[in-house]
């Protein structure tokens, strides 16, 4: 699949992996080595003044390292998955006009498939189909999951059945193309690459990460996620955002509302995140092209990447 945009890099490294893994650290050491640039794709670090939640670098490590698809909305602000792919190949064809190594770190797998494969865009919004849709799930919860399994299994066995949005997408495209969006996502997967990658995935032991998991969260909590939410709320975000769903905040919010104890934060926040890194292990796991690697071997990874960016693989 040609593009008809500017020209992007001929080589990118991909580096994916669960949440917690060490992604962060291993693409900042690459990039050290290869002058190279940092595409985030993550889909919380997107979001502006949402920072003890979302594991963003830190600022020494923005100030050494350039990153992009990092702060570039406020949490109220609309941002979907065809944004960051937009944003990201405009970061590419940007490091590719500079003659800079591009690296694409973080672990929502829809943003990598969509930069590597492309984006299945499909039939636009139909708000009097969602209406009709959320109105039948308020009245028999559960509704549209089961109905999903039934017109498309393949779809629903891949989405979550609390994640609303993507339920509604799939079944308004049914709806609207008379096709599952599955087999358009199938046959969208056979268009020509726009670059050649090589992914490599952080694969740890279960308890490595989920200790990594434990530590991680005890930091946010301790580092003031829930007063963090709470001055967003004053500045006036509404609670009901989208951006605020993110795991960490979710609980947060609950923590603010009362309906969440305060010194059952931690393992609340700690559970969601354990069950969100088996899902983005699952998939990346079912991705042929994603090989594994350790976290620790970064002198291995350093021979994967400069094998990349010298033309050798």
Request: glycine share 8%.
């Amino acid at each position: 699949m040609k593009s008809d945009g500017p020209a992007l890099p001929d080589r990118v490294l991909v580096i994916a992996g669960p949440t917690a893994s060490g992604k962060t650290e291993l693409a900042a050491e690459l990039a050290r080595r290869f002058d190279a640039e940092i595409v985030s794709a993550d889909s919380r670090q997107v979001y502006r003044h949402m920072d003890v939640g979302t594991a963003k670098p830190c600022a020494e490590l923005l100030a050494e390292i350039r990153h992009h698809m990092i702060e570039v909305v406020d949490p109220d602000e609309p941002f979907d998955t065809a944004t960051w792919c937009e944003g990201a190949r405009a970061a590419l064809a940007d490091l590719h006009a500079r003659g800079r190594n591009a690296i694409v770190c973080g672990g929502t797998g829809l943003y990598v498939r969509s930069l590597v494969q492309g984006l299945f865009v499909g039939p636009a919004a139909d708000a009097g189909l969602r209406a009709r849709y959320e109105a039948e799930d308020r009245v028999e919860p559960g509704v549209l999951m089961r109905r999903l399994a039934r017109v498309d299994p393949p779809a629903a066995a891949r989405i979550h059945p609390n994640d609303r949005v993507r339920i509604v997408r799939a079944l308004e495209v049914h709806e609207l193309t008379g096709r599952p969006i599955s087999s358009w996502h199938d046959e969208h997967r056979l268009a020509q690459r726009p670059f050649r990658e090589v992914s490599v995935m952080l694969d740890l032991a279960r308890d490595e990460l989920y200790r990594r998991i434990d530590a991680r969260t005890e930091s946010m909590v301790h580092g003031g996620l829930v007063d963090e939410l709470r001055r967003l709320r004053n500045r006036g975000y509404a609670a009901d955002l989208r951006a605020f769903d993110a795991i960490g905040y979710r609980e947060a919010g609950l923590c603010l509302d009362g309906r969440l104890a305060a010194e059952d934060l931690v393992s609340a926040i700690a559970r969601s995140t354990r069950r969100y890194a088996k899902r983005q292990l699952v998939w990346l796991r079912g991705q042929a092209r994603c090989r594994p690697v350790a976290p620790h071997d970064i002198e291995r990874e350093a021979r994967v990447a400069a094998e990349l960016f010298e033309g050798r693989s």
